[in-house]
């Protein structure tokens, strides 16, 4: 299997230009996780998704941010606008139903810079 | 809620010596408990876990932990550096009935030749 794959690797954009992340769980997972990592605050949990599904986006920092799951191998996660402190590394997981108790299985990130 | 406490930020050891990084949760239910690794540039790669059952927990690479419920830690031990253990290391806690990860801060290991 690929893993969990994300796109793209690094994004660098302007101030209030719209941004969108995008990644694919692995197959046969039917949860999937969006994290951002930062220096400040670690790394935090934004969102997740069952079965396509958003379950709990207690974690969206704010208005500006939305995540979709149109389907089981796609998912998105838009900022708009951006801002440059949503500068971060954003990490999508996904863990399947039945696997070893809430293991969760990392694409490599998506390395932000908004100026 | 679950949360993780990381005791130090920054660990430094030579190579072959004993790697030890601490790791206390609170959890209000019984825990899961993780250590993920990451590599500079790298998602977060799966060490070892603790779910149920034998409280030592052996992991890749050579790398071991020990759930001990009366303390409430997890603590992570190698008992000999190699240059390639140097990364970062999250520990994380999760409810048994729930699918949320709680990450602590992160330890950073630099390894000396």
């Known amino acids: 299997d690929a893993g969990v794959i994300q796109s793209p690797r690094h994004e660098v954009t302007e101030m209030g230009q719209e941004v969108t992340l995008r990644c694919k769980p692995i197959?046969?997972?039917?949860?999937l996780f969006w994290y951002r990592q930062t220096m400040m605050r670690g790394l935090e949990l934004l969102i997740y998704f069952n079965n396509n599904v958003p379950i709990d986006d207690s974690g969206m920092p704010e208005d500006r941010f939305s995540a979709k799951m149109p389907n089981a191998s796609f998912s998105t996660l838009k900022i708009q606008p951006s801002e440059p402190r949503d500068s971060a590394v954003y990490f999508c997981?996904?863990?399947?139903?039945?696997?070893?108790?809430?293991?969760?299985?990392f694409g490599p990130g998506t390395r932000l810079t908004v100026l | 809620a679950q949360s993780v406490t990381q005791l130090g930020s920054h660990v430094s050891v030579s190579e072959g010596a004993l790697v030890l990084l601490r790791c206390n949760y609170s959890?209000?239910?019984?825990?899961?408990l993780f250590w993920y690794v990451q590599y500079p540039n790298q998602g977060l790669q799966l060490l070892l876990k603790y779910t149920t059952g034998a409280t030592l927990v052996k992991g890749i690479n050579g790398f071991e932990a020990e759930f001990k419920k009366s303390e409430t830690s997890f603590h992570l031990t190698k008992p000999s550096a190699h240059m390639s253990d140097a990364a970062e290391y999250f520990c994380a806690v999760s409810a048994y009935n729930d699918y949320k990860l709680s990450f602590g801060a992160g330890t950073t290991v630099t390894v000396r030749a």
């Open positions: 997981a996904s863990r399947q139903t039945g696997s070893s108790y809430n293991e969760q299985f």
């Open positions: 959890s209000s239910v019984p825990p899961y």
């Open positions: 197959s046969g997972h039917d949860y």
